[in-house]
C-alpha cells in the first residue's frame, strides 16, 4: 500500500498517525514463499522535523509459516517488526550523511509500506527454524519423519578422514 504523505512535507514539524492494511499475504525472498497466517494493524507515526527530515516509525507483528530445518514441517513464527526510518528532505538529502539510509521505499511523495514491511521482515527473518528444541530430522536414507517413527536404516555416519581405507576394504570385500 502507497501512502501519499504530500500533506506533511508541505507543513513543518507536522504529525501523522495513520493506521495502515498491507496487503499482501506471502513472503517471498531467495529462500522460497512462505505464507502470511496472521498479521495485526500496523500503526504508522509520520513527523516532519523543521523541513529537514521526516520521521517514520510504526511497529506490527507477523506470523508466517516457516518450514522446520531438520524435517520440514511448517512452524508459525511471530516476528515482531519496529520500523524507525529517517528521510532526509531538501538540502539534508543532498549532503552526504553517515547515517543515511537506502530510500527506495520513496517514489516522490508516496510512501510504499510495504516495501517497509518486506524490508523489515527480511532484516528480522530467523538464523535457525525448529518445530521443537529435539526435533530427531528426516532420514537421510528413506525419508522417514524421525519425531513420529524410526525406521530400520543405518544411520551410522563413517569418519571422513577414514573415507581411503574405507575405499580399499570395499575393494577386497567379497560379493
Known sequence: MK??????????NKIVEQQVEF???SFKSK???????????FMLHLENQEN?????HGETDVTLAIPCDRCL??????IHLVIDRKLPLG??????????EDTDFMTGSNLDVEKLIYDEILVNWPMKVLCREDCEGICRKCGTNL??????CDRTEPDPRMAAIQDIFNQFKEV
Do not use: H
Not at 519425531?147 to 530400520?152: A, D, L, P, Q
Open 3 to 12: 501512502v501519499d504523505i504530500t500533506d506533511l512535507l508541505s507543513a513543518e
Open 23 to 25: 496487503d499482501f499475504s
Open 31 to 41: 529462500l522460497g514463499e512462505f505464507p502470511i497466517t496472521k498479521k495485526a494493524p
Open 52 to 56: 529537514k527530515r521526516v520521521l517514520i
Open 73 to 78: 514441517e511448517e512452524v508459525s513464527v511471530e
Open 91 to 100: 538540502e539534508a538529502a543532498s549532503e552526504e550523511d553517515e547515517d543515511a
Open 147 to 152: 519425531n513420529y517413527k524410526t525406521c530400520s
